[in-house]
């Protein structure tokens, strides 16, 4: 009764006013899975591509190729496939589409078929999304701990800052909703002290408060501000996270700082970083360097591995050779899982098995496109990652993904939540 007797999709529209696709299965038993695409503005070079129509129209971004691949090629290829056979049903979209970064079909499309195929094996057991994860890849579920964005910057904020990410962990909190709790308290108070300052720009791609900064430490110190306006101490409940992104802003090794005008070669840009470790109370950094400067990563893993969480993104690409490679090269510490970077959902938990074979963290992460689509949600949950990175404290496409941590949490239980746990590796994690 699981098998598919149906794929169709249809155009629809993301957090950034792009379009995008959504794609539904229904099964021999009527059940119903549905999915939408997300797409990236920070992209790694190897991660698979959205296949958009190029032109005029739409500023070049239509789906309608995308859209032909689903309803012309992809669905007749699939149905009479059983859904609760996953790897079976993403080898089918491989074979269409063997190309590397999935150009021929486009990863937006093959990531939407392939994550309503999960939901529609879900829909068929009568499972939460996240219990049929548990049980189909065979791992212990729990609540993630969030890692959430208050300043935005690099792709996501117009390059306001060089840094793309300024976000804040709770590992101290008791409970997911804990977590959110904290979180407003400390995004408002980062909004009040830029509006007190009268820099304050807006909100940036992921939710973000979209500031003018004059450097990008000041970025880091208001932070801190903003946590000890918030009533909290840095460094005991809460830690900050960095995504760099410095793929963005350099390669070959050569990286140029904009808003300084400040132009680094590897080893002072790591210096840089370091000097920000010493200073803050920082506990996961993600992209220190660029996808192409594997030596920079190796030397960044040497001198800081042990203190903190060093997130491959652009340079890992949720690739499970990548992330074999970079633990035979002791480059990075952990991997940063986006099911449409893979292209399929069984990619992308080849990436995760690959990490936790290597005593590595994992975080599964949203994407600055995204939509109301809650899969990552349940991901997280189901795999047991133990980390969640969804965006910001505000827009609904974010807060719909937090919502939902906190309907799993009641099906769960609180006692399920992750908390520090997840952090074991760092400093906070060996002081707490």
């Known amino acids: 009764m699981?098998?598919?007797t149906s794929v169709r999709g249809r155009r629809v529209w993301d957090s950034r006013g792009n379009p995008t696709l959504e794609v539904d299965v229904i099964l021999e038993d009527g059940s119903l899975g549905r999915a939408i695409a997300p797409a990236g503005a920070s992209r790694g070079t190897r991660e698979a591509v959205d296949l958009r129509d190029g032109g005029s129209k739409l500023r070049g971004m239509g789906v309608s190729q995308a859209l032909e691949s689903v309803n012309k090629t992809i669905a007749p290829a699939l149905v009479g496939l059983s859904a609760d056979k996953q790897r079976t049903v993403d080898d089918g979209l491989l074979e269409l589409d063997?190309?590397?970064v999935k150009e021929t079909l486009g990863g937006n499309a093959m990531v939407a078929t392939s994550l309503a195929v999960l939901h529609a094996a879900a829909a068929s057991a009568k499972k939460p999304l996240w219990c049929h994860v548990a049980d189909l890849y065979e791992q212990t579920p729990s609540i993630p701990l969030p890692e959430i964005q208050i300043f935005g910057g690099g792709a996501h904020a117009g390059r306001r800052v060089d840094i793309q990410d300024f976000m804040i962990m709770v590992p101290g909190a008791q409970s997911?909703?804990?977590?959110l709790e904290i979180t407003n308290e400390v995004y408002f108070a980062a909004g009040d002290i830029m509006a007190s300052k009268g820099r304050l720009a807006g909100v940036a791609d992921e939710g973000g408060w979209w500031p003018v900064f004059d450097s990008n430490e000041e970025a880091l110190e208001t932070l801190v501000k903003a946590i000890e306006k918030a009533g909290e101490k840095p460094g005991e409940r809460i830690a900050i996270s960095l995504d760099i992104a410095a793929s963005e802003f350099g390669q070959n090794g050569k990286y140029r700082l904009a808003l300084e005008d400040k132009a680094l070669d590897s080893g002072e840009l790591i210096d840089l970083l370091g000097n920000w470790l010493d200073t803050?109370?920082?506990v996961s950094i993600e992209d220190p360097v660029g996808e192409d400067d594997t030596d920079g990563m190796i030397e960044f893993t040497k001198?800081?591995?042990q203190r903190v969480q060093i997130i491959g993104d652009d340079y890992l690409v949720t690739n499970a050779k990548l992330v074999e490679a970079a633990n035979a090269d002791q480059a990075c510490n952990a991997v940063l899982i986006k099911v449409n970077q893979a292209g399929t959902v069984s990619e992308a938990v080849d990436a995760f098995v690959a990490a936790k074979k290597s005593d590595w963290g994992a975080i599964v992460s949203a994407r600055s496109g995204e939509t109301e689509d809650v899969s990552i949600s349940h991901l997280a949950t189901g795999l047991g990652c133990g980390q969640l990175k969804v965006g910001s404290f505000t827009r609904s496409e974010r807060?719909?993904?937090?919502n939902e941590c906190l309907r799993i949490q009641e099906q769960l239980g609180?006692?399920?939540f992750a908390a520090?746990?997840?952090l074991k590796g760092t400093w906070w994690g060996k002081k707490h």
């Not at 807060?399 to 937090?402: A, D, E, G, I």
């Open 2 to 4: 699981t098998a598919i």
């Open 98 to 100: 063997p190309s590397p």
């Open 176 to 179: 997911f909703d804990e977590v």
């Open 280 to 282: 803050y109370p920082i």
């Open 303 to 305: 001198r800081f591995g």
């Open 399 to 402: 807060m719909v993904k937090w």
């Open 414 to 416: 609180s006692g399920n």
């Open 420 to 422: 520090g746990a997840a």
